[in-house]
């Protein structure tokens, strides 16, 4: 089973709401990522969990505040969203090592109004 | 630093010809390569990886890219298209230095004609 899950699909929120996007796999992976993607342009790194530790913060806005209760299960949560926030919430997971491959979710498509 | 050029943002081809997606990459170490495709709305799925074996590496839906580190080129081919191949393609890089870090290309959006 080489799945990652991704849910909601989609999510439509106001900029006082607080929202929580989840991910979850179970491929054995110690590492799992938050990617943001805007139309037209490739994933850009938010988050890295490494052993369930955030190992990489590309310097994001604390609006976004990742968590990893388990090895299995990776939430981003959100507050006081700005619309240039809308965009593809891409998770994904691997083994961990430079050479590992790393299994994209579906994504979570958020709107910000 | 890792950097990774895809030259063309746009390819269109007739299905039933030739598909060619270029790569070039920058890397201080022995680098991964990966090409991903991306169809509308949808994440990303693994089309084949390059890791300091073979090369030529073949993956799935018929692609395959050869490693020419003179080069630095990893480019993409498929001897003939179908009409499900038009979607976006990411080349990605990472070498030991960056860890985790996967760096990503810009893109080339594939259309495929009738």
């Known amino acids: 089973d080489t799945e990652v899950t991704q849910t909601p699909k989609h999510l439509v929120m106001g900029m006082t709401n607080k929202k929580s996007l989840k991910c979850e796999q179970h491929?054995?992976?110690?590492?799992m990522y938050w990617y943001k993607q805007k139309a037209k342009k490739p994933p850009e790194l938010m988050f890295v969990?490494?052993?369930?530790?955030?190992?990489i913060n590309e310097s994001v806005p604390s609006r976004f505040s990742p968590e990893c209760p388990n090895s299995s299960l990776l939430n981003l949560h959100l507050h006081a969203l700005q619309p240039e926030d809308s965009a593809l919430y891409l998770c994904?997971?691997?083994?961990?090592?430079?050479?590992?491959?790393?299994?994209f979710g579906p994504g979570t498509r958020l709107t910000v109004l | 630093a890792q950097s990774v050029t895809q030259l063309d943002s746009h390819v269109s081809v007739s299905e039933g010809t030739p598909v060619l997606l270029r790569c070039n990459y920058s890397?201080?170490?022995?680098?991964?390569l990966f090409w991903y495709v991306q169809h509308p709305n949808k994440g990303l799925q693994l089309l084949l990886k390059?890791?300091?074996?073979?090369?030529l590496v073949k993956g799935i839906n018929g692609f395959e890219a050869e490693f020419k580190k003179s080069e630095t080129s990893f480019h993409l081919t498929k001897p003939s298209a179908h009409m499900s191949d038009a979607a976006e393609y990411f080349c990605?890089?990472?070498?030991?230095?960056?860890?985790?870090?996967?760096?990503f290309g810009p893109g080339t959006r594939l259309s495929v004609l009738p």
């Open positions: 890397s201080s170490y022995s680098p991964s």
């Open positions: 390059y890791t300091s074996a073979a090369t």
């Open positions: 969990y490494s052993y369930e530790k955030l190992s």
């Open positions: 990605v890089v990472s070498d030991r230095n960056y860890g985790q870090n996967f760096v």
């Open positions: 994904a997971s691997s083994l961990g090592g430079y050479t590992d491959t790393q299994y």
């Open positions: 491929m054995g992976h110690r590492a």
